[in-house]
């Protein structure tokens, strides 16, 4: 009996030992960076069981000793490792070829290292979420951020950052400036393929972590594109959506041959009729990279993207009223009509902008490296409009004062002309460019804890502007006399007219930073200097060497160019002009500091201060598109930022908080006037400031494996400093021109973009392979924009009109499957779920009222289904 109760007990305690559960603990990291991955999921190999990642890249699972933990996150190359082992720093590689390379140069910023305030959108949150939305709306719940569609049409999308509009927030496209080198501003329609091709995002608010002088005001937008997988595979893609959204995509790479070369390449057609009326589009985007690793100490990576598109859009904001009395409600657009029985946007736009890099990455040493960006860009298109006896008024539209515009009527007009000239006709605003540069920085690392890096940013840009007839809308030809090197011209489709200048821009940079790295303290401090120059050549107010040329051998043309110039004086100093300007130089600088001290393993602590000057827009020194008179004497704008922070990672639960002021000082305003000798003077309006102020909070709380929340909260206080008086504009002898400039805005609030910002999300597991989640987005204290120096009397110091504050919901599923030896993704998503009618964009209005103000009203509920295939 003892014997068989011993072997009994005996077996139990096999059995026990054999299938004894425990509990391990690890943490997921980035081979490259060491940064933690948050949300790689971890499953014991073969079974369903699993869990993700926190804040700090934890997780702790239970399972049988000894079992195989399979660790993957997207974009990285999965990993199988044992329970048993050392799992305190389980480090993922990148699945892309050049990856970690591309991140250096786009100054990408370091958790718990890099002291500035960052949030980052990964693939996956950019694949779940983006949908049918504008690229910038991926970040509208991200702290100090306000993003909208704008007017609506495709890719017409705008953003702020910190109450800075985008000329003044930075773009960056795998540490490239993406920015018009003329105006800053950013046209999202040209980086339609974005969506598809991005593999994350930062938003470095504030100072930020390049080392380029970029106009990062309010921050910089760090975009890293797909590059090369290692693996060889790729994808096929469809969607659908509200007002016959379409999509059609694919993806395709290599994988890394034996012989070092990989690439990978990838493409989209998007369509649809577009949420408001008459903004009607189509787009194709495309992407490609190629990626060879010639040994251990050089690699080439070529990159290309771009997308050809066409859209409608609404250019013009309507008031209050207008969208009440519409048929069209919110939808309402007074800028198209019908040609023919054929849809005609009178207001459009239409742009290819193909971007391609060539980056080389050499490691010298084990402490030396140096790495080249060398780009091209060639922008091609620009926006629809109207000219001549247009008549855009109530009175020329089909079916009411808040009908399509009567195109037929004009055509009809046009075509009834006894002389076939039209009378009213469509045009285009060209804006073609050649953009190249270099970027290449060396990195040396000096000893254990300091890094010296230095490079240059040398970029060259070529702008040209006209405006081109593009229908005649049953006309014949045009009669112009906008050209004084062809006096009396015949204008038919194609052909230029009012202005045509090409914009000379060129940028030379040199940056240097220094980085100390010890244990729990990481600091760094940047240097950068920048010449800005301007240059412009005027084709049709000046005259051509050929035509200076007739002018002095053939006495009939002098004759006539001295009765079109008003007499002889005149033509003479038309014969000295140049078309092409001496460039005007303006010398730049931007000088930042900052330190991360972690104070445990859970706890840090940062501070950045910084200050730049920033060469005034090239619109400030050539203020005329029909004129070479320049504003030498324009202004640089001073900027002035300081920012402390403080972050916590502990378990599930991860907080930021931050605390920013930033003094924007004479903003570059330029006024325009004409002496009494008919001669054009600049006044330059300095003395203008600002200050943008305020608290972020952000974070993000794991409550287990299924479940998980994300939060932020934002409070501004942007508002303008001080009142200019008896600005006093005057010609080269010092004689006053017209009476003195006063701006009353003292203590107002900035415009354009909410001030208040908060949102909650949330991500739950539903079942096994099926994850819901929802974001709340709210807004306040949104004040209509407005031009300051417009509040010229005691009186115009009033608040612009405070937009009523609204709330969102976004709604969304995705739902991973098999589909035979396929893994499939289903993305759904529902914007604005509750379906609330608020206003998004406002102009003030002259009473500073709801009922004057000029606004585009946001999109009601609309949703978007994809499904992707991985092959």
């Known amino acids: ?143 100090g951020v306000y993003a909208t569609k704008a007017g609506g049409g495709f890719g017409d999308g705008r953003i702020n950052v910190r109450g800075f509009n985008s000329e003044n927030v930075a773009v960056m496209i795998n540490g490239i400036p993406v920015n018009d080198m003329e105006n800053g501003r950013i046209f999202w329609s040209n980086w339609a393929g974005l969506t598809d091709a991005t593999t994350s995002m930062q938003v470095q608010r504030g100072l930020g972590a390049s080392k380029v002088a970029v106009p990062s005001i309010g921050g910089t937008i760090n975009i890293v594109s797909k590059a090369t997988d290692r693996a060889e595979g790729g994808h096929v893609y469809v969607a659908t959506g509200n007002d016959a959204y379409s999509k059609v995509g694919f993806s395709l790479s290599s994988g890394l041959k034996d012989n070092g070369w990989a690439f990978t390449i990838s493409g989209a057609k998007t369509q649809g009729d577009g949420y408001v009326d008459g903004t009607e589009f189509l787009g194709f985007s495309y992407f490609a990279n190629i990626a060879k690793k010639i040994n251990d100490s050089h690699e080439v990576t070529f990159t290309a993207v771009g997308a050809k598109q066409r859209h409608g859009q609404r250019q013009n904001r309507s008031t209050l009223e207008d969208y009440e009395l519409s048929e069209s409600g919110i939808k309402y657009n007074p800028d198209w009509g019908y040609k023919n029985g054929q849809l005609l946007h009178v207001e459009d736009n239409f742009y290819h902008k193909p971007q391609l890099s060539l980056n080389h990455y050499w490691t010298i040493s084990n402490k030396t490296d140096v790495s080249t960006a060398v780009y091209a860009s060639w922008g091609s298109g620009g926006g629809g409009g109207t000219g001549g006896d247009f008549d855009p008024a109530r009175n020329n539209r089909v079916g009411g004062p808040y009908g399509t515009l009567n195109i037929d009527a004009l055509v009809d007009r046009n075509e009834s002309s006894v002389t076939g000239e039209s009378e009213a006709w469509l045009r285009a605003s060209r804006n073609d460019h050649n953009w190249y540069g270099i970027l290449s920085s060396v990195n040396h690392q000096l000893n254990e804890n300091i890094t010296l890096l230095g490079g240059l940013d040398l970029r060259s840009y070529l702008g040209k502007h006209f405006y081109e007839v593009t229908d005649l809308l049953g006309g014949e030809f045009i009669l112009n006399d906008d050209d004084i090197n062809n006096p009396v011209r015949t204008l038919r489709k194609g052909d230029k007219y009012n202005y045509n200048y090409d914009g000379h821009v060129g940028w030379q940079g040199v940056f240097a930073q220094a980085e100390y790295s010890k244990e729990k303290l990481s600091a760094f401090v940047t240097v950068s200097l920048s010449n800005t120059s301007y240059a412009q050549t005027e084709y049709f107010n000046t005259l051509s060497d050929e035509t200076k040329a007739n002018i002095n051998s053939d006495a009939a043309v002098r004759t006539q160019y001295e009765n079109l110039a008003g007499g002889t004086e005149e033509l003479n100093a038309l014969l000295a002009e140049n078309q092409k300007t001496d460039n005007i130089n303006f010398f730049g600088y931007q000088f930042k500091g900052g330190a991360n001290y972690n104070l445990d393993d859970y706890n840090n602590v940062y501070a950045n201060i910084g200050t730049f000057s920033k060469a005034p827009f090239y619109r400030n020194v050539f203020t005329d598109r029909r004129s070479n008179e320049a504003n030498t004497e324009a202004k640089n704008e001073t900027i002035f930022s300081a920012e402390i922070g403080y972050g916590m990672r502990r378990g599930p639960l991860s907080l930021n908080v931050n605390v920013y002021r930033t003094e924007w000082n004479n903003r570059a305003y330029t006024i325009v006037r004409t002496d009494n000798d008919g001669n054009t003077i600049f006044g330059n309006i300095t003395g203008i400031d600002a200050l943008h102020q305020g608290v972020e909070v952000d974070g993000k709380y794991t409550v287990n494996s299924k479940l998980s929340f994300t939060y932020m909260a934002s409070v501004g206080d942007w508002r303008w400093l001080n009142n200019i008086n008896d600005v006093i504009i005057e010609d080269e002898n010092n004689v006053q021109v017209g009476d003195p400039i006063d701006v009353y805005i003292e203590n107002l609030r900035v415009g354009d973009a909410a001030q208040t910002t908060a949102a909650l999300g949330v991500r739950y597991n539903l079942l096994d392979g099926l994850f819901i989640g929802a974001d709340v987005n709210f807004y306040d204290n949104l004040y209509a924009s407005y031009d300051p120096t417009s509040r010229t009397s005691p009186e115009d110091n009033v608040e612009a009109w405070k937009v009523p504050s609204y709330t969102l919901m976004d709604v969304n599923l995705t739902y991973k499957f098999m589909i035979g030896d396929f893994n499939a993704s289903l993305y759904g998503n529902v914007y604005n779920f509750f379906d609330e009618k608020y206003v998004a964009d406002a102009n003030d209005g002259s009473n500073n009222d709801a009922q004057s103000a000029f606004v585009y009203y946001g999109f009601g509920r609309t949703w978007n289904l994809g499904l992707k295939v991985n092959f």
């Open 1 to 143: 009996m003892m014997k068989k109760t011993l072997l009994t007990l005996m077996l139990a305690l096999s059995v026990t030992v054999i299938f004894a559960q425990s509990t391990v603990s690890g943490k997921v990291i980035d081979a490259e960076t060491g940064e933690a991955l948050i949300g790689a999921t971890i499953l014991e190999k073969g079974t369903s069981n699993g869990v993700i990642t926190d804040m700090q890249g934890s997780f702790s699972i239970e399972v049988p000793n000894g079992a195989t933990l399979e660790i993957s996150y997207v974009g990285f190359l999965s990993k199988d490792v044992s329970s048993s082992s050392d799992l305190s720093a389980i480090r993922l590689e990148s699945d892309a070829v050049g990856l970690a390379e591309v991140q250096v140069i786009a100054s990408f910023a370091i958790d718990r290292k890099t002291p500035v305030a960052v949030s980052r959108i990964t693939q996956a949150e950019i694949e779940t979420k983006i949908g049918s939305q504008e690229f910038p709306e991926i970040l509208k719940s991200t702290p």
